[in-house]
């Protein structure tokens, strides 16, 4: 007669070959999703589109003590040593009559990390030959660099491309390029290569501060980052996106001390007054608000706070079509 001890592992010995028997999972897929986000502004369809990322090094930040730079990174629980990563994101605009993409990201120009946009515009629905405009916010490389393929041709065949007249008259006069420090004219070039072709076809366009490019589009002046550096303000149904390009760099920064200039800043004086501005307006007037290079989808709402600016990102959420 078999014991109780006995009896108990017969029983466990039945449960554990009754047991499926399951395979191994697949290896880890490694590999992120496509980098868009969807969402809507009135009758406005916004598409972020997440270029990649590069690496700031914490001394290209002025105006503040490192060791308050890298207690605004713990705060923020970021690595307190090496560079501060930064995101770079473009953001296309369906408003029902056109489509707008306000830049273009860094192509080849910066290396591997970046480059993504053209295929995210594609990973969101859409295709190359549809955007029909084109807003650089300012002809910085990361910015611009995307409007031409790896040819140097058109990369948005059928796109108007508009930049503010002060950024461009900058930028493309070979002039100011030549007697630029020679860091700095391989900046000049970018540009200049980057709006070649569409000069070449009459198809790169200027605009004037209180000038209307495009219904529901008004242009928001914000200099100091570059000569002609622009914002732009998408209203539709009572609601507003401000599309603000390069107000800030280092977001775990300069919310809270909006008095940070970053070394590329081509006016550090004024691109800190722009920057106390555009806070300043976007916080009261509560203003839905698309930077550059901000935490990717790099959508949100600035917040006022006792002594600077804290930042609010989208809650991720569908966007439904009425029937």
Not at 194 to 219: D, H, N, Q
Not at 307 to 315: F, S
């Amino acid at each position: 007669m078999k014991t109780a001890a006995a009896l108990v592992a017969v029983a466990l010995s039945s449960l554990i070959l009754s047991q499926p028997v399951f395979a191994a999972p697949p290896a880890q897929a490694q590999v992120r999703l496509p980098g868009f986000y969807r969402t809507a502004v009135g009758a406005f369809e916004i598409i972020a589109l997440f270029d990649g990322h590069t690496q700031l090094g914490q001394q290209l930040l002025k105006g503040v003590s490192a060791a308050e730079i890298q207690a605004s990174l713990r705060r923020a629980f970021l690595p307190t040593e090496g560079a501060i990563q930064t995101a770079v994101n473009g953001f296309l605009i369906h408003t029902g009559q056109h489509l707008v993409l306000v830049d273009t990201g860094a192509d080849a120009c910066f290396g591997p990390a970046l480059g993504n946009i053209r295929n995210n515009i594609a990973a969101a629905g859409y295709r190359l030959e549809d955007v029909d405009t084109v807003l650089l916010t300012h002809l910085h490389a990361d910015h611009a660099c995307g409007l031409v393929d790896a040819s140097g041709a058109a990369a948005f065949p059928n796109a108007t491309v508009w930049a503010a007249k002060d950024e461009a008259a900058y930028w493309l006069d070979k002039d100011i390029a030549a007697k630029a420090p020679e860091a700095k004219r391989g900046g000049f070039a970018l540009a200049q290569k980057s709006v070649a072709p569409y000069v070449a076809a009459g198809k790169f366009k200027t605009f004037s501060v209180g000038e209307t490019i495009l219904p529901g589009v008004s242009i928001v002046s914000s200099p100091g980052h570059t000569p002609g550096h622009t914002g732009y303000l998408f209203a539709s149904n009572g609601e507003n996106l401000l599309v603000w390009g390069d107000i800030v760099h280092a977001h775990s920064v300069q919310f809270a001390h909006p008095e940070v200039s970053i070394d590329f800043d081509s006016d550090q004086k004024q691109a800190v007054v722009t920057r106390k501005k555009t806070m300043a307006d976007a916080a009261q007037k509560r203003l839905l608000v698309a930077g550059a290079h901000l935490p990717f989808p790099g959508i949100g709402h600035v917040i006022a706070e006792k002594n600077g600016y804290r930042w609010a990102p989208v809650e991720y959420g569908q966007v439904y079509k009425g029937d």
